[in-house]
């Protein structure tokens, strides 16, 4: 009789702790299945010790003393009405390094989240954590920074609610400009090199793209999340003769002033600032010394742009993802023997005057042309690139590069895009590199120099962005 007692008491602990277990298992389900919703998370990526910096030149010289802005992963999760998910990522680092996206790839194999329905974008900040580095403290870092990209993705993904979407613009104004110019001798120059004593800049060679944009999705019971689209260098807080502190720049501040100010989570996507610096080196515009004061005059227009705002409709979230195959220029292959001495002048006197004189005969006008000679010959004849859009219903139109396009590409997609908004950011899923914009090959400029693909290689890509986000709409 006891033996039967204690089968029966057995068998109700068990349908009682598979009931608790069932419940737990209902109460698990998104309550909110069926409709668009939206959340956020947010994790800092701040180094825990001295990291050498990316952004500007040899690595090795330039390591973080302390941290003056604190640096974030942030993260909105998109999931629709069919309950397909997306997550838009914004890294405060210089890059989406490679090594960044091994990271990622673990974590999301671990978390069961298919690396297709990640984009991930990098501020471009010149004082993040160069992550490419093989100093050891870069390994270290690598692992805290999955760590906290694990849980700003969690995080995100538990914060989801029923969200409405909005969108608005503003133009800003002396923030932003073409670092191409035209000297007093009728010249060009490059932002990063030019003889700046002798021939004095007069005007740039173009007018940059002043477009702030901004999506604001509305959130029940919870606070709204401004994703913001803008294109400029974060080479604020870094540079020669500047601090080594790690930072944010002047996104730092634009994210605290603007969340302030309108009472919302802010996450920050790079656009195509290939060609775009925060300063100006005519003598006739004043460049901005304070990085703060700049990021708080930013978040100025942003707010500006949160005031009328358009309801969009949400839809159906699509992503298509391109191989895209470009050729590497190969034209200068011939001087790959005398890249090498110019470079060893670079290398032995840190003299950009010696290394001109050292290139003048050859054509090759700085150490950076000449690095770019000796990597291009070393390359094949092409390589594929990772082009991705993503749409959201027939409204919003994504377009992602894993490159520094010009504004004058972004300018042409979201004219001839067929979705109401279209958005494009650079620095994505990525980073090969400048690809400059066709008209720039007009004249010598720093990217031109670089980059490693052929001239017409940022038109293609556009092409094909715009075909993929004709393929996206309407469907």
């Known amino acids: 009789m006891k033996k039967w007692i204690s089968m029966l008491l057995l068998t109700a602990i068990f349908m009682s702790f598979a009931a608790c277990n069932s419940s737990s298992n209902k109460d698990k389900k998104d309550p909110y299945a069926g409709q668009f919703r939206v959340g956020y998370g947010q994790a800092t990526m701040n180094p825990v010790e001295s990291v050498p910096l990316g952004g500007y030149g040899n690595t090795s010289t330039r390591k973080s003393q302390t941290i003056t802005d604190d640096m974030f992963i942030r993260c909105i999760a998109l999931t629709d009405e069919n309950d397909n998910t997306q997550l838009i990522y914004s890294l405060d680092s210089v890059r989406v390094y490679a090594q960044a996206l091994g990271v990622i790839a673990n974590v999301a194999y671990e978390l069961g989240i298919s690396y297709d329905n990640m984009l991930i974008n990098a501020s471009h900040s010149h004082s993040a954590p160069d992550m490419s580095s093989s100093d050891p403290a870069i390994e270290r870092y690598l692992e805290h920074f999955g760590e906290q990209f694990k849980a700003a993705t969690l995080d995100a993904l538990a914060d989801r609610r029923p969200s409405k979407m909005y969108y608005g613009s503003s133009e800003t104004s002396g923030l932003s400009w073409i670092r191409h110019y035209i000297m007093d001798d009728g010249t060009y120059g490059g932002d990063s090199f030019g003889d700046w004593d002798n021939h004095y800049a007069v005007a740039h060679t173009a007018d940059p ?31 020669a003769g500047k601090s080594l502190d790690a930072s944010s720049d002047f996104l730092g501040p634009f994210r605290d002033v603007l969340e302030d100010m309108a009472d919302c989570h802010v996450i920050y996507v790079q656009g195509n600032a290939g060609n775009i610096n925060p300063g100006s080196r005519m003598g006739s515009e004043e460049e901005y010394a304070d990085y703060k004061e700049y990021g708080a005059n930013l978040a100025k227009y942003a707010y500006e742009a949160l005031q009328d705002m358009k309801e969009l409709e949400t839809g159906p979230l699509q992503r298509k993802t391109v191989q895209l195959t470009c050729e590497i220029n190969h034209d200068q292959d011939h001087l790959a023997g005398a890249a090498v001495i110019v470079s060893n002048v670079w290398k032995t006197t840190n003299d950009r005057d010696a290394v001109r004189e050292a290139g003048a005969p050859y054509g090759i006008r700085s150490s950076y042309h000449a690095n770019a000679i000796s990597q291009n010959a070393r390359r094949p004849q092409s390589e594929e690139l990772e082009i991705n859009v993503l749409s959201i219903g027939n409204s919003v139109g994504i377009t992602g590069a894993p490159a520094e396009l010009f504004d004058r590409n972004s300018m042409a997609i979201e004219e001839a895009s067929p979705f109401e908004v279209t958005l494009c950011m650079s620095y994505t899923n990525g980073h090969v590199g400048y690809i400059p914009a066709d008209y720039v090959w007009e004249y010598t400029s720093y990217e031109t120099d670089i980059t490693r693909y052929r001239r017409g290689t940022a038109e293609k890509i556009q092409e094909t962005m715009l075909g993929m986000l004709e393929e996206l709409y309407g469907n």
């Open 209 to 239: 793209d002043t477009t702030l944009h901004a999506l604001k999705f509305t959130r029940e019971g919870k606070q709204d999340v401004v994703l913001v689209n803008w294109r400029a260098h974060p080479g604020l807080t870094g540079g």
